[in-house]
């Protein structure tokens, strides 16, 4: 594809069907998407080491999208 990468992460596979139309609109555009399940509540070490090692694994751009959990604690 082309010169940029985007990574689109989320927390439960429950969350795809609102995640995936921005991939599809990267994907108008050229820019390759990779959808990854991933939670920050519950694996947020494999989280951080994704979002750490993003530039340096050739992605351009982080999205990422939560569920109805995704509250501010004491918010």
Do not use: C, W
């Not at 939670?39 to 990422?64: D, L, M, Q, W």
């Amino acid at each position: 594809m082309g010169q940029y990468k985007v990574a689109i992460i989320m927390g439960s596979p429950n969350d795809r069907p609102k995640m995936e139309p921005a991939a599809d609109t990267l994907s108008g555009f050229g820019i390759e998407a990779d959808v990854q399940v991933m939670s920050a509540h519950r694996t947020p070490a494999k989280v951080a080491a994704f979002v750490g090692s993003a530039r340096e694994n050739g992605y351009s751009a982080v999205i990422a999208g939560a569920g109805m959990a995704a509250h501010l604690a004491g918010a």
